[in-house]
């Protein structure tokens, strides 16, 4: 590897692992209660020397919806200084939603390194991270918190599928069948079903992640 190589690469390690090191969101979902005024999100500049710009919206789940999204995040973009805390506020704009079970959405935030007075040559990083945004509706049927322990499984040759017969999202954390580890088990929509290959059968085990972003005690069928 030449000298120039080297640096190259030496650079690049050092400007990720600063824009890794800096804005840390203070949670992994947000989950939006029907009538609440609004919800939020902390945001932290962990950096001691750097600022950084906090830009964030909010977008369909899916790829494909080209629906306007019901969510305004405020501040939209603002200077974050080094050690210094911001909080997101998200307000539903009061559009129609289904009221028997949840609805999701993503926020994104992107942190934004600044470029510096005769910067010109060097890489601006920007780093973009998504967290789930659950709208829930009021005086749904079933416990949330129980919500996760009531996916119900069945095995058809090669492929395991989970019905989720709740009004809640259920993310997995974690789901195995007889030891054997499902890759990115994903989440389960309400009154849906997901499935996915396995090889090989026996006791489901799984766990899941709860509203504040904990992992719940295992559970098996």
Do not use: C
Not at 152 to 171: C, D, M, V, W
């Amino acid at each position: 590897m030449t000298r120039l190589t080297t640096s190259v690469a030496i650079y690049f390690l050092l400007v990720s692992t600063i824009a890794q090191a800096g804005v840390v969101a203070g949670g992994t979902r947000v989950v939006y209660q029907e009538g609440k005024r609004e919800a939020s999100i902390s945001v932290t500049n962990a950096d001691t020397h750097t600022p950084y710009l906090v830009q964030s919206w909010v977008e369909n789940f899916a790829d494909n919806d080209k629906r306007p999204v019901p969510f305004i995040v405020t501040p939209p973009l603002f200077r974050l200084d080094p050690e210094k805390r911001n909080m997101l506020r998200i307000s539903f704009t009061g559009m129609e939603l289904p009221h028997d079970r949840e609805s999701v959405y993503w926020l994104n935030i992107k942190s934004i390194l600044p470029s510096q007075k005769g910067d010109v040559n060097k890489l601006q990083v920007n780093i973009k991270s998504k967290f789930k945004i659950f709208y829930r509706p009021n005086n749904l049927s079933v416990d949330p918190s129980d919500a996760w322990q009531k996916l119900q499984f069945h095995a058809e040759g090669n492929r395991l599928t989970a019905k989720n017969p709740t009004p809640y999202f259920i993310s997995l954390f974690s789901l195995t069948v007889g030891g054997k580890e499902v890759k990115e088990p994903g989440m389960v929509a309400p009154f849906s079903s997901h499935s996915w290959p396995v090889s090989g059968a026996g006791t489901v085990k799984w766990r899941a992640i709860n509203d504040f972003g904990g992992i719940t005690d295992a559970t098996q069928q």
